[in-house]
């Protein structure tokens, strides 16, 4: 009789701690990272009753690791498809891009030659002039700033992500500690699997939750950020080339290790951005020479040879942060045609020097780097001083844009005449070989007009753009799939829970029944003892 | 697989927004007109898109280059009409002084009516264009003749007018080239020095025989200079046509070129509203469906079953 109270009794509490669990499954069904519960229930030893044995947490690790990629993957390709995306409506557009300054330029010079001494005429080639320049300051402005956005982003992620880190360590000790799973230790785990996915997502982490569940995070090269249980610190720095970097207790992390929002921003940041940087300045850079040149070989209104118009930018050079010589160098701009659309990477290494611009291909160097007989390569021409050590370098910026600028200049001081004309000459030569050279091969060799580069330009952003969206519509694709094979395990289905909830309230009530049954019966044999 | 609500709600929402960004394309389409708005959506299509506008940008400027050349041309092609006039009154002039019965009063009268002529001349030469360049001379900024009646001399800067672009690879001038037109045959005396030059020859009253023979050879030679002056001024005139028949023909072709590039433009740009119309009332339908099995999936529970 009494083993009928104690099973009674067993099962109450049984059906009771597993309507506790489906009540949690129902109440955290919307919460993120949030693993469906189950009882599993075991007989009692020896006396028949029934007991909850384990709290399962439907958790699978494999799984849960390959949601963590997927998100990772996706943050990557957004981060650099949204910033691509916004370069490339920046100079596609009508409002912002060089296209409609560089026709309203070539056009104004284009009346230039048919009224050479038309006051009007001139004043417009000069008004359009300074619109051109406005409109390249801009642009290089905002790459600037999408840059200086970039970079605080990736403060921000490697800030939130350390925070993470370090509750992901202390949580991983309480859970170690623990030992067995009951609701607060799965409560924990949840937690630390959000963290993971959110490391995952920002910085790119990896991590691995072995079979005797000790976890694993490490960096995109297997090395780990979480060692003897203290997480490493995170922070940021400057690699040889001045590009920002991740560091892990002071020490530079190749970007390549790098994964998630902040391995996407740094790809914007060491490339994307300074591309488009460079070519805005070698645009720049060739309107400039071509205005400047015209200039110098023609007469102006006054019968003297032109001044110049613009303020070319001048090739800046920034030395490897890790240089031990002394070998410091100057650069200019020696052949405009041969000038690459990038920065260019100069080293010095086995005694020699060599050149790559920025998509690694290799630029031939002549010269021995006197005044005499400098360095020439990717149309520049490079001056040293001093003897470097190997392994030194430079990065050479050919035509840094924020450089570009309008002088002021007078309608009159236009040169549209050949150059030795006399004062108020009504010859356009000078203007007509301007238009020639705006229209003709400039770049690339001399294959490319000046208009043409910026449309290469617009398209090839277009194209990168495309493809970077394309790859972020992919990866999206691809999460989706991940995150429902994750949740299919241990998401919460509401009708799974009401099926089980019926299903435990009517064991909970017959339960209830067996025990009011052995209280029946007992009443029955205390009746019978009466008689 | 086991459904999860997670995973129900993401899929609906994703669907949602997919058939709403199509919606959205569809209605930036409609109302700016164009298929697409930035390079990233038609890489190739907007490179097409910014070579067909710069090329139209180009003909617009050929187009103005035309009207410039047109204007200078058929301006100095009417003063050099009315060149033609002025000399072949001057001619007049010469046939009447041949006369045998001629006296000395209408002599001086008709040599100041060829001073006058020569006035003429210089100011038919002196004409100034709409912006207040001299319209004859070229490149130079002075006026041709100066120095006034007794002392006229031909600006020595004179030169052929300017070229501009008219069409790819072709140019015309934007004037008329008198160099010759502006000189007798010898080059060295101008237009109105030798009109100058005849009033003084028509002035002439010799009394001897030899006088009278002279001053008659000298006019018979006028006369065949002033032939070959009408010549060369009709020269420079034709000149001036042959450019005006050039322009409407070049025009012609360039309008081709712009109809083209139009064409072009049109083709790589321009919604197909059509096209749009029925995606966005696909995207409209799809969105509505999308949104009735959200509404219908989230109010099916068992627990509502459950009393």
Known sequence: MTQLFDIGRSALTSYQNALATVSRNVANANTPGYARQSVQFGELAGGGGVSVVALNRSADNSALFAARDAVDERAFAEARAGTLSRIDTLISDDATGLAEPLRRLAESVDALTAQPTDIATRQTVLAQAEGFAAQVQSLSQTLASEAGQGAQQLMGLVGQAQDQLDEVASIQAQIDKVGVVDAAAATLMDRRDVLLEGLSESLGLKSQINGDGTLRVTLGNGQPVIEAGQAVRLGLGSDEQGNIQLTTNGNLQPSRVVGGEAGGIMQVLHSDIPAAQDQLGRIALAVGETFNQAQAAGTDLSGNPGAELFVNPSPQVRDFSGNTGAAAISAAVADISALPASRVTLSFDGGGWSATDARGVNLPVTGSGTAADPLLFGGLSVELTGAAANGDGFVIQPAPASQFAVNSLSAESLAAAAGGSTANSGDNSNALALQASLRGGLLDGGNTSIQNANVNWVSATGQSAASAISSADVARAAESFALDRRDAIQGVNLDEEAADLMRFQQAYAAAAQVLATAGNMFDSILAAVRG | ?307
Do not use: C
Request: hydrophobic share 40%.
């Open chain 2, 1 to 307: 697989m086991r459904i999860t609500n997670s995973m129900t709600y993401r899929s609906m929402l994703a669907a949602m927004q997919q058939r709403q960004q199509g919606q959205f394309e569809a209605q930036q389409a409609l109302s700016t007109g164009v298929k697409f708005q930035h390079a990233k959506d038609n890489p190739i299509g907007a490179a097409g898109v910014l070579r067909a506008e710069n090329l139209l940008a180009t003909l617009e400027s050929r187009q103005k280059n035309l009207d410039l050349v047109e204007s200078k041309a058929s301006y100095a092609e009417s003063r050099l009409g009315n060149l033609t006039d002025t000399l072949q009154s001057a001619r007049d002039l010469l046939v009447r002084s041949q006369t045998v019965a001629i006296n000395t009063e209408d002599r001086d009268l008709l040599a100041e009516q060829m001073r006058g002529l020569a006035q003429d001349v210089a100011a038919i030469g002196n004409t100034r264009d709409a912006d207040g360049r001299p319209l004859f001379g070229g490149t130079s900024p002075n006026l041709p003749f100066s120095g006034g009646a007794g002392a006229w001399s031909l600006d020595a800067g004179m030169s052929a007018p300017i070229q501009v672009e008219v069409a790819s690879g072709r140019s015309l001038p934007a004037g008329v080239d008198v160099r010759a037109a502006f000189r007798d045959s010898s080059g060295t005396v101008d237009l109105a020095t030798a009109l100058e030059n005849m009033a003084a020859e028509i002035a002439l009253s010799p009394t001897d025989d030899a006088g009278k023979l002279a001053r008659r050879d000298a006019l018979d030679a006028s006369l065949t200079e002033m032939d070959a002056m009408l010549e060369r001024t009709s020269r420079a005139r034709s000149s001036a046509g042959l450019t005006l028949e050039a322009v409407d023909v070049i025009r012609d072709t360039n309008e081709a070129v712009k109809l083209n590039a139009n064409e072009e433009l049109t083709r790589l740009r321009d919604a197909d509203v059509a096209e749009e119309v029925t995606k966005l009332a696909n995207e409209s339908a799809s969105l509505d469906a999308a949104r009735a099995v959200f509404q219908k999936l989230q109010q099916q529970s068992l627990f509502d079953y459950l009393r």
